[in-house]
Structures are given as structure tokens and as C-alpha cells.
């Protein structure tokens, strides 16, 4: 030890000397008298001596100290410890801040616990249960007993268990307790400063402590600490929310950040149920957005001499641009900016990723770079709020959101968009753009289809959400559109653009202002002729520029004022390029650009979505967009191509295939449009869509590959219309088919066949013969195309194609067609299998529709002919075992065969083949190309397997094993084999399990799609004979649905809008029922319609009271609505004079003169 400095002497000394006194349980009065004389006396030297010792040497000692302090903590008088305790808690924490200790989970718990004892002897029993505010020794002896603490903490953070964290994390919520209330801000005035920010400085470390926990073990901790967690954060939140006026110094900045940076540590992760604590969290978080700006009337970027109007094109006011001298410090020329300052910033922010930058050799302003960190935190919290459960945040969008004046900068109202727009730091502002992003993404964007837009007119005491909604939408437009007009940070401006296209997503424009979209477009389309001066990636900027533009273009409903923006464009001759500016002629010039590819790309994308949604504006824009696609495909491969990263010349040719695909899906959507393409022809003639009590309800099913005419709705293509569209077909087949159909990318080709998927049968028959026949051939070849996604596509165009009535002419084309499904039926790829079930259930249904057409010109061969549906069906029963896409299509196949087949055998279940032939009664007749045929398809065999059975089978396990499109499609292929006249259903021993299956359907499925369909199919037998057994089961379940209709439960909201067609549907079923009831002399069944006589007689009169309701459009003509209410009168009259034959059969006179009179009531 002599060898020792002097320092290190003391300290053993004191500690040797200490360790040797207390080893006989002296007095607690002696054991404060000697941590008084030997070691708190010199506790700076001994402070001093410890970076010279081992630290295992100091660990021990300390460890020494905090047991001796525990014993004398749990003396009842205790007050005397008090002094003696600050001076050991300043020891301690000098000791811990010099030393590097190597705590292990032993020593961490003797620390802890002592800690906690000392603390308890210092704040509670220092003021007899009272906080200890006006001893400022006390309170720093606190700050330096967490302190120490924490800096344990570090040092043991490997060895800490859960329960230890834990174990600490209740501690320091129990110390922040003793701190919380009133008594945070009770002596703030001058002369109690120094105390209150002591009390902020206390704090200030416990949410640190707090934080640094939840950082490093916050997903291990349990559900009760953390709800705990946040109580307590929430009390605080509360307190700090009670002032008016956050205070702005130093001390409670640091307080302020480390409050709110806790509590995002423990938002991040959130455990437990948060909807009771958001709403409160919420109103204390939004006054720290004006946090350190209220006082500082140049803090904020004010935005002035705008427009009111979305989309203004208005310039900022004129910026200063000029190298002289300002007031100021002295700026190196190195350091001077000889550019525009931001438009948005009078005062410079911070652009660096440190908090606080070099300002241009400014003195940097501490103070406001904390308010900024505070202002920051807060933000952050929110969007931790808004993430943790944002359909339940969607009510706090009136707190944080503007609902007018977006521009106008107000110190005591600022809101997340403001933030955006004024604030002067960057970072700030780069959250609160995250922040609206995170409020419009998810779940929010549902919300927000209830809103609407009702003008500037004030409003009442209450307003709707759905209003104060709209409102807030149309400010977000407006400083959003402001933001990327003005602003030349690239960061911001990019945000800028990804606020813009969920807003584009989000908003319904339909129940908004109707030239808000319009303003939007034309807004960003002056942005993009502007050219991004202040931006050094133009092209990255006019990228993010185009795809908005794209989402602008593709919302729907389409909107009347952007077609009749795009419309003005071309009629003032933009288009064609005498004036270079406008939507349109934008789109067409950044397309050509091949040496920026990617501009080209996000071009085309914009314009496809205009060819979708606005199909009469690229139809008058054929000639432009055809001439831009044939320079495309002519340019050469050395185009000049600018990439930023690689070489190598794969990439060049792989971005090159992009432009070239995205030209191609132009043209595909062009065609589509030009051609009037609504979807696959419609063969159906489904006789249940004629009954008047259904044929209002019929749902036009929505084609997403379809062009939008909701603008134009035209009833028919004129043949006027068709021979420009076959000209425009002829030039594409003749000058840019030939090209892409052989291109060696596979998406080329695919974009290429898929245009085949676009064409109508109105356009086909005015082709040239031999475009037909190049059409028919590539879609051929391309089904056996090496590539998957190749013959996917050629699968979706045959199955197009396979609807128009002309195929038919020719056998050949029918069995190339019929052999390249089946082989791509058979592919080992879902993706291929589903489009080939579709084409195949296409053609049996235009074969059930067409069969006339087979015989067109020419003499099919039996033989020939039953291959051909023999290898459909086998086909379709193969596929019926696939998964569910596909089993919908094999089932909808097996059910369009089974409507036109004649069985010559009625045996129900035979060992010999089924003779079959195709009905031609119900051929559908097609225009100049299809006349009747007296003779029907040549009777065929289908093989040594009862096709019969086998489809009857697959029918009822799809049911039990397939979703809800698989059930849907089972009933309507019910309904197709009960329309067939050859089967008697009667004898079918299957019959009475096919229509338990429908009841069952009917009356437990929770789709209301599929009982649509249930009971549609139930109403097609047209006799008593074809029901057999079933008709008692039959009626009675229809009608107990029928009954119990209004009471019943929906399951889901979707099958709202489905709920008067069902009850439409079940009325007409009924009536039909009902109607059949005379020829039934049944005994159970007259009972059964006795019982239900007083239910049946109110039903009906419903309806007779209803029947001039016929819910038509305004539009129908007169003759039409008349003509419906006569066939609701007749079948009324039909089914109560059933009903009465039944009553009077059965000897229940009184009953048939009740209906007797209700029959009255209708003549």
C-alpha cells in the first residue's frame, strides 16, 4: 500500500477502517457517526480516488456502503439519515460516473433495493409523507441517487433479468409519482426557480431511465407494467395539458423532450388497450406543435399573397435574390447561398441529419433547437398513436387536421398540416408529413368514404363527421398542392407527392367539390411544365410528379369535369402540339422521351389510365398515341439510356422491355376503348330474369378490364362506330402486331395477346378476312408458347374470342380452340389453369348458345363432334378437383352443357353410355350470321362412364368443398340443368338430394348472392311432376325463408346492397310454388298451406297494395312499366286462384272466399 498514491490510500483507509467497525452490529446512531468521519467527510477525494482503484475494489466498497445505508433506512426515525444521505448519494454518484463497474445480477439487486430505501428516507420521510419541494438538497440528492441508477443500469443491462427491468420500471413510475401534480409547476416563480428545476431535473431522469428500459427490453416486459407505464405518462401528460402555456426554457425543454421521447418509446410498441388513454393523449400532444413558436413572431415560414383556390397557380412573393451584405454576422463566400432561399422559409432550418448544423457561421440557437426536438417527439407520438389503432384514431382527425384556411398560419391553432407547411426546422416538418401519411394510410382510407365536401356555408353547433371529413380532405388538398408548388427540398417534395396519392386514393371525389379533381390535375400538370428548377433529380421529382397523375386519372367514378378538361385540350388542338401545354400533350411528350426511360414508363402508365377511365379522349387521340407506339418499337438499341447504377447491358435491355410493355398496355387500352369492349358477350338467357317481381334487380356485374363509359353510356356500338374501330384494329394488326407478338421479351408477347382480350364480336365481323384469321392464329400459337404468362394471356383471349357467334362457321377453329384449353388445362401452373377453366367454360356456353353455327356452311361429323364434348366434359370434371378459381369455371362449364344436352336414355343411373344431343331451341340468334336449324346435334356417346352421374356428383361435393364463387356457380349450373326439357327430374334418384342442396343454400348461407341464386334455381322446374317428392320440402322451406325474411340477422355488411334482390327473388319463387299448389293433392301439403293461409293472405295483399311500385328509372318508357305491372297482376291472379282450388279441395270454403276477395282487389 505504500506504493499507493496517496488518494487510493484514503480510500482504503476509510473503507478498511469502516468495514472493521461495523462488523459487530453497532448502533445505527454509530454507523452514521462513522459514515460520517470516514467516508462522507472527504467524499470529493474519495471521488477523486477512484478511477485509481481496481474496480472490483471500488464495487465492493460501494456495495458496503448501500447495505449499511439499507439497514439504517428501515429505522422508524429516520430524519436524522437525511443529511448523511445527500452526501452519500453525491458520493455514489460521483464513484459510478468515474468508474467503469462490472455489475452482476447480485450486486445490481442490492443496489436497486438500497436506492429504493434511500429514496423512500429522502422524499417521504424527509416532509412527513409530503413532497420534499422546498429542500433543494433533497432534490438533488434524487437526481443524483437516479442518476447513479441509470448509469448502473448501463453497466449491468447484459445481466438484468426481466423481473429485475421490471423490478426497476415500477421503482422509477413510483418516484415520478411522488413528483407528479400540481407540484411540477406550484413554484415556478423567480424566487422558487431554482427548486422547480430541480424537480424538472428529477424527472427529466426518470423518463430517461423510463425510455432507456422500454428501449432495451420493452418487448419482454408484461401487459400490467406497461398499462402502468402509460397511467402514469398519461397523469403527467394531463398536468402538463392543464397550462395554457407551455414554458420555454432550458431546464423544462429537456423535461419536455424527455417526457414525450419516453412516451414514444412506450407508444412504439404498444401493450394493451389504448382507446381510453388516446383521445386525452391527443389534446396534450397537439399543444406541444406550437411548442417554442408562440413568441417568435419570425419562427414560422409564413405563407402569404396566395389564392384560396385548390390548384391556383399563383407565384410566391418575390424572394430577394442578391449577394449584398445583410445585418448580420460576416458569412465566408464559401458559405453564402446564391440561389433562392426556400419560398416557404424566411428563417433558415435545419437540412443536416444532426440537430442542430452550421448556419452559414451563425451563432446556432440552443434553445430552439431543443423546442424543435420537443416539437418533434410530440409529432412522433401521434403517429405512434395513429399506428397503434388507426381505424379508432380516424375521430381525432378534427384535432390535428386543418378544416380551413390551410394557408393562414395561426400561433394558437397549429395542426399537423401547418407543421408542414410553416414550421422552420426540417426534421419537424418531415414528421408531420409521415404523421398525415400514416392518418390516410390503412384503415383510414374506408373511413373516408363517408366524407362530403358541402362549401364554404357555415354550419350549426353540430357538424357531421362526414362533413368536418370533407373539410378536412379539401385543406389537405390545398396545402399539399401549395407544398409541392413552392417547395425545393427534394426530401420534402417527395413526401409532398406521397401525401398527394394517398389523398388521391383516399378522397371520394364524387361527394366532394366537382372541380376538385380537375384542379388537382391541371395543378400538378403546371408543376410538371414548370420543370423543377430548384430540384438537382429532376427527373426523380417529374416521376413522382407523373404517377400522381396516373392515380389523379384512374380514380373512379370518372369525373365529368377532367373529361371535359381533356376534351377542351384536344378541341383547342393541344394534342396535336400547337400548343405545348395541357394534360394530354404532356403525357405524349414525356412518353417519347426513350433517353429517360422511367419518365417514359410513368408517361404511359398515366396515359392508360386516361384510355380506361376516359375512353372517348384517346379515341379521338388514336393517331397520336399509334404514332408515338410505332417509334417506340422502331427505335434502336442504342438509344442513349440513363441509368444510375450497373452497366451492364441486360439492364438496358430489361428497362427497354419496360417502356415497350407499357406502350403495349397503352395500346391494349385503346383498342379496348375504340372498340366499345365491355367484357366477354353476354349469351345468358336465363329464364328466371324474366319474372316482373325480378327483372328491375338484375346487377350489372362491374368489368375491371373494361373501359369506363359512365360518362357516356352508350346503348350500342352503330355500325358507323364498329367500321372505325375495325379500321383502327386493321392498322394495329397490320403495323404494330406483327412486331410485338414475336418479340423475344415473354411480357411483350403477353401485353400483345392480351390485346386479343379486348375485342367484340360487333368490331370482329367488320375485319378483313385475313385479319381475323391473324387474330384466331396468334392467339393459337400463343398457347403454346414456352412462357406461362404467354399462354395465360393467350387462354384469356381465346376465351374472348370463344363468344363471338362467327367462330362458329369454321370446325377447325372451334377444335384448335377446344385442344389449346384442354392442354393448358393441364398445365402444372395455377396461374395458367385459371384462365384455361375460364376460355373452357366460355365455350361451352357458347356452344350451348351456338350450336346452329357448327352446322353453318358446312357437315359436321358425329363422330367428330362428340369428341369435341366429350373432351370438354372430361376437361371440366378434372378441373372440378382443382382449387376453388378453377373449380368455379369447371363447374359454370359442366353447368352450360348440361342446359343444351337431350338425353335419348332417362334412365337415372345406367352402366351403358348417355346418349345425348344438343338442343337447338334455345339457340341464340346472332344478326346476318346465324339462321335456325330444323335438325338437332347428331346423337354422340360419351364413353363407358355415366357423364350424367358425374356431374350431378361434382355439382353436390363443390358445395360442401368450395368457397362462395363455387357455390354460386353450382346453383346456377342447377338452374341450367333444370331448364334442360329432356331430363325428368322425376325419375332422377339424385333429384331429391340436388334440391335439398339448394335449401340448405337457400336458408343457411350467409352470402346473399349464393340464396339469390338458391332460390332462382328453385323456380325453374315449370311443373308438379319435375319437384317429384321434393315439392312439399320444398314449399315449406321457401316459405318459412320467406316468413322470417325481415327478422333475419346479415352477417355481413357487403350483403346490404343484396338484400332486395333477394327478397325480390324469394317473392317470385313463392309465387311460383304457390301457383303449382292446385295440381298437388298431397294431404300434408293442403295442411301445410291451411295452417300458413292468414301468413300467405297478408303476404299477398303486401304485394297487391305494392304492385304499382315498380322501382323503374325515370327513363323507361311508359309501355315498359305498364307491360311489367299487367305480368305482376297476372301472376298474382294465378297464384291466389292456385291457392283457392287448394281451399276449396280440401273443404275450407271460408279461406277460398277470403282470397276470392283478395283476387277481386286485381280486376
Not at 429532376?538 to 369535369?561: G, K, M, Q, Y
Not at 366477354?680 to 336465363?686: A, C, P, V, W, Y
Not at 367500321?723 to 408477347?749: D, F, G, N, Y
Not at 374470342?801 to 372451334?814: G, M, Q
Request: contains cysteine; hydrophobic residues 40%; charged residues 20%.
Amino acid at each position: 500500500m505504500s506504493s499507493a498514491p496517496a488518494p487510493a490510500r484514503s480510500w482504503r483507509t476509510a473503507f478498511l477502517t469502516l468495514r472493521d467497525e461495523s462488523l459487530g452490529s453497532p448502533p445505527r446512531a454509530t454507523v452514521l457517526r462513522l459514515l460520517s468521519q470516514l467516508v462522507l467527510s472527504q467524499s470529493d477525494s474519495l471521488i477523486a480516488a477512484a478511477p485509481e482503484l481496481p474496480p472490483d475494489e471500488v464495487l465492493s466498497d460501494l456495495m458496503l456502503l448501500m447495505e449499511l445505508a439499507r439497514s439504517i433506512s428501515y429505522s422508524e426515525c429516520a430524519e436524522d439519515a437525511i443529511q448523511p444521505f445527500t452526501k452519500l448519494s453525491h458520493l455514489i454518484h460521483g464513484v459510478t460516473h468515474c468508474s467503469f463497474l462490472k455489475l452482476n445480477s447480485a450486486s445490481w439487486v442490492v443496489f436497486l433495493d438500497s436506492f429504493k430505501r434511500i429514496l423512500h428516507v429522502l422524499i417521504v420521510k424527509s416532509k412527513g409523507e409530503c413532497l420534499p419541494i422546498g429542500n433543494a438538497a433533497v432534490i438533488k440528492a434524487t437526481k443524483q441517487c437516479l442518476e447513479s441508477l441509470r448509469r448502473l443500469f448501463v453497466l449491468c443491462q447484459t445481466a438484468a433479468s426481466m423481473s429485475e427491468n421490471e423490478q426497476l420500471l415500477k421503482f422509477t413510475l413510483q418516484v415520478v409519482g411522488y413528483f407528479q401534480g400540481e407540484s411540477i409547476y406550484s413554484f415556478y416563480p423567480s424566487e422558487n426557480h431554482t427548486i422547480f428545476g430541480g424537480v424538472c431535473e428529477v424527472l427529466t431522469v426518470a423518463f430517461s431511465m423510463i425510455g432507456e428500459v422500454y428501449l432495451r427490453a420493452g418487448s419482454s416486459l408484461s401487459v400490467d407494467i406497461s398499462q402502468s407505464t402509460i397511467e402514469v405518462l398519461r397523469k403527467v401528460m394531463d398536468v402538463v395539458a392543464s397550462q395554457n402555456l407551455l414554458l420555454e426554457d432550458n431546464i423544462i425543454a429537456m423535461f419536455y423532450i424527455e417526457l414525450l421521447h419516453c412516451l414514444h418509446l412506450v407508444l412504439t410498441e404498444p401493450k394493451g388497450y389504448l382507446a381510453e388513454h388516446v383521445a386525452g393523449l391527443v389534446a396534450a400532444l397537439r399543444i406541444f406543435l406550437r411548442y417554442g413558436l408562440v413568441n417568435k413572431s419570425h419562427g414560422m415560414n409564413q405563407a402569404t399573397n396566395h389564392t384560396k383556390e385548390v390548384g391556383s397557380t399563383s407565384q410566391n412573393p418575390q424572394v430577394e435574390v442578391s449577394n449584398r451584405p445583410r445585418n448580420g454576422p460576416y458569412r465566408p463566400p464559401h458559405l453564402r447561398k446564391n440561389i433562392v432561399e426556400n419560398r416557404l422559409c424566411k428563417d433558415e432550418f435545419i437540412s443536416s441529419d444532426s440537430d442542430s448544423s452550421d448556419n452559414d457561421g451563425t451563432m446556432v440557437d440552443t434553445r430552439g433547437v431543443k423546442f424543435a426536438k420537443a416539437r418533434l417527439a410530440a409529432i412522433l407520438c401521434i403517429q405512434d398513436l395513429c399506428r397503434a389503432d388507426p381505424k379508432l384514431f380516424t375521430a381525432q382527425w378534427t384535432m390535428l387536421l386543418p378544416s380551413n384556411d390551410v394557408l393562414q398560419h395561426r400561433k394558437y391553432d397549429i395542426t399537423l398540416m401547418s407543421c408542414l407547411l410553416f414550421d422552420p426546422h426540417l426534421k419537424v416538418r418531415i414528421a408531420a408529413g409521415s404523421t398525415i401519411m400514416a392518418l390516410l394510410n390503412g384503415p383510414a382510407s374506408v373511413s373516408l368514404q363517408v366524407a362530403e365536401y358541402r362549401g364554404q356555408s357555415k354550419c350549426g353547433s353540430f357538424t357531421a363527421l362526414s362533413v368536418s371529413l370533407g373539410h378536412i380532405l379539401m385543406q389537405l388538398h390545398l396545402g399539399t398542392l401549395y407544398l409541392i408548388k413552392h417547395e425545393t427540398n427534394s426530401r420534402l417534395l417527395a413526401l409532398a407527392f406521397k401525401i398527394l396519392t394517398l389523398l388521391l386514393s383516399s378522397t371520394p371525389y364524387s361527394r366532394m367539390s366537382g372541380d376538385l379533381l380537375s384542379k388537382v390535375i391541371s395543378s400538378v400538370q403546371v408543376t410538371i411544365d414548370e420543370g423543377f428548377p430548384f430540384q438537382s433529380d429532376r427527373n426523380s421529382s417529374l416521376a413522382d410528379a407523373l404517377n400522381c397523375l396516373t392515380i389523379a386519372l384512374s380514380v373512379s367514378p370518372s369525373s365529368t369535369c377532367v373529361n371535359d378538361m381533356l376534351l377542351g385540350e384536344i378541341s383547342t388542338g393541344s394534342v396535336e402540339g400547337q400548343q405545348r401545354s395541357g394534360v394530354l400533350n404532356s403525357l405524349f411528350r414525356y412518353s417519347e422521351q426513350l433517353s429517360s426511360p422511367l419518365i417514359s414508363i410513368e408517361a404511359f402508365q398515366a396515359l392508360k389510365a386516361v384510355a380506361h377511365n376516359y375512353p372517348k379522349v384517346m379515341t379521338l387521340c388514336w393517331e397520336r398515341v399509334s404514332y408515338i407506339i410505332a417509334g417506340v418499337l422502331s427505335s434502336s438499341s442504342d438509344v442513349p439510356v440513363r441509368l444510375w447504377r450497373g452497366d451492364v447491358e441486360n439492364a438496358v435491355a430489361q428497362i427497354k422491355e419496360r417502356v415497350i410493355t407499357a406502350a403495349v398496355k397503352v395500346l391494349d387500352e385503346c383498342l379496348r376503348a375504340i372498340s366499345g369492349f365491355k367484357g366477354t358477350e353476354d349469351l345468358s338467357n336465363d329464364k328466371f330474369l324474366d319474372s316482373p317481381f325480378t327483372s328491375g334487380y338484375v346487377k350489372t356485374k362491374a368489368i375491371s378490364s373494361a373501359p369506363s363509359y359512365s360518362l357516356e353510356s352508350p346503348a350500342s356500338i352503330k355500325d358507323d362506330s364498329c367500321h372505325l374501330a375495325s379500321q383502327r384494329w386493321v392498322e394495329a394488326t397490320t403495323k404494330h402486331m406483327p412486331i410485338i407478338i414475336k418479340h423475344s421479351s415473354a411480357t411483350v408477347r403477353a401485353a400483345s395477346v392480351t390485346c386479343f382480350a379486348g375485342m367484340t364480336s360487333s368490331v370482329f365481323v367488320f375485319l378483313p378476312k385475313d385479319r381475323q384469321e391473324f387474330i384466331i392464329n396468334s392467339s393459337i400459337n400463343a398457347a403454346v408458347d414456352e412462357v406461362p404468362s404467354v399462354r395465360s394471356a393467350a387462354c384469356r383471349a381465346i376465351g374472348v374470342i370463344a363468344c363471338f357467334p362467327e367462330i362458329y362457321h369454321s370446325t377447325e377453329v372451334l377444335e384448335k380452340f377446344i385442344h389449346a384449353v384442354d392442354q393448358n388445362a393441364h398445365n402444372s401452373l395455377v396461374s395458367v389453369r385459371i384462365p384455361a377453366s375460364w376460355a373452357l367454360a366460355n365455350i361451352c356456353d357458347s356452344l350451348s348458345h351456338c350450336m346452329d353455327a357448327l352446322h353453318a356452311g358446312s357437315s359436321i361429323e358425329s363422330r367428330k363432334s362428340s369428341e369435341l364434348i366429350s373432351l370438354l366434359v372430361g376437361s371440366a370434371l378434372r378441373l372440378a378437383r382443382d382449387n376453388d378459381k378453377v373449380k368455379a369455371n369447371a363447374v359454370r362449364a359442366l353447368g352450360n352443357l348440361s342446359k343444351s344436352v337431350q338425353f335419348t336414355s332417362q334412365q337415372p343411373v345406367t352402366d351403358n353410355p348417355v346418349d345425348f344431343k344438343i338442343e337447338n331451341n334455345r339457340a341464340k340468334e346472332s344478326k346476318g350470321h346465324m339462321k335456325e336449324m330444323s335438325d338437332s346435334f347428331p346423337s354422340a356417346s360419351l364413353g363407358g362412364f355415366d357423364w350424367l352421374g358425374q356431374m350431378v356428383h361434382t355439382f353436390l361435393s363443390c358445395v360442401t368443398t368450395g368457397n362462395v364463387k363455387v357455390q354460386w356457380n353450382v346453383c346456377h349450373a342447377l338452374s341450367n340443368l333444370f331448364y334442360n326439357k329432356t331430363l325428368k327430374l322425376q325419375d332422377m334418384d339424385w333429384a331429391s338430394s340436388v334440391f335439398s342442396i339448394l335449401l340448405l343454400l337457400l336458408r343457411d348461407s350467409s352470402n346473399f348472392k349464393i340464396r339469390i341464386q338458391a332460390a332462382a334455381a328453385l323456380a325453374v322446374p315449370e311443373t308438379i311432376n319435375d319437384y317429384g317428392k321434393s315439392y312439399y320440402d320444398v314449399i315449406k322451406s321457401v316459405e318459412h325463408v320467406v316468413e322470417n325474411f325481415k327478422s333475419d340477422q346479415m352477417s355481413e355488411p357487403s350483403n346490404f346492397k343484396y338484400r332486395i334482390a333477394l327478397e325480390k327473388q324469394l317473392t317470385s319463387t313463392m309465387l311460383h310454388l304457390l301457383g303449382l299448389a292446385a295440381r298437388c293433392d298431397h294431404h300434408a301439403i293442403q295442411e301445410f298451406l291451411v295452417k300458413k293461409a292468414s301468413f300467405i293472405e297478408v303476404w299477398i295483399k303486401d304485394l297487391c297494395s305494392s304492385i304499382g311500385d315498380t322501382s323503374q328509372s325515370v327513363n323507361e318508357a311508359t309501355h315498359v312499366v305498364s307491360s311489367i305491372t299487367d305480368k305482376k297482376k297476372d301472376v298474382l291472379l294465378g297464384t291466389i286462384q292456385s291457392l283457392i282450388e287448394v281451399y276449396e279441395n280440401s273443404n275450407h270454403r271460408v279461406l277460398a272466399q277470403r282470397f276470392n276477395r283478395l283476387a277481386s282487389t286485381l280486376l
